[in-house]
């Protein structure tokens, strides 16, 4: 669909219903237990000022979303930090420089912003993205990773 070169990042300013049904296709094609957050629940993403929605278009076609992921960037006691999440790029897209295009974006936006470590988790089974987090430059950590599930309030 696109070479890598021909992509633009950009980070969501507003949540309209554009950006709205874009993220509705693509968290399919990242999680299927997971349902895509409503327009609301988007609109608090884009406006906390420690998450960044970054978009893939292709240039000169801004409307066409190619993919998308979100970086965190929080100050702890310890130092700015940055955790990279929801990497996602549409299956017609994949394999064409998109999820490293939007990868690099958001390492560049941890460094202006202080972080010293950017960090992210990825599936065993994700090969192709494993690799290509390696090809940028992560490294796989040796620790424990552990979730508790929390109810959420009714």
Do not use: C, H
Request: glycine share 6%; net charge negative.
């Amino acid at each position: 669909m696109t070479d890598g070169s021909s992509v633009i990042i950009t980070e969501a300013e507003t949540a309209d219903d554009a950006l709205w049904e874009a993220v509705a296709r693509l968290i399919p094609q990242l999680s299927r237990s997971s349902p895509p957050p409503t327009i609301e629940q988007l609109r608090l993403i884009v406006d906390d000022p420690t998450t960044t929605l970054l978009v893939a278009t292709k240039e000169g076609d801004d409307t066409t979303v190619l993919g998308m992921l979100t970086v965190a960037i929080f100050t702890l006691p310890t130092g700015v930090r940055a955790w990279v999440e929801d990497v996602v790029v549409d299956d017609e897209a994949r394999g064409s420089g998109v999820a490293g295009a939007l990868v690099n974006a958001a390492l560049e936006r941890a460094q202006e912003r202080g972080a010293r470590t950017v960090e992210l988790t990825s599936r065993p089974d994700r090969e192709a993205a494993n690799r290509l987090y390696v090809r940028l430059g992560f490294v796989r950590r040796e620790t424990n990773v552990y979730r508790r599930t929390l109810r959420l309030p009714r």
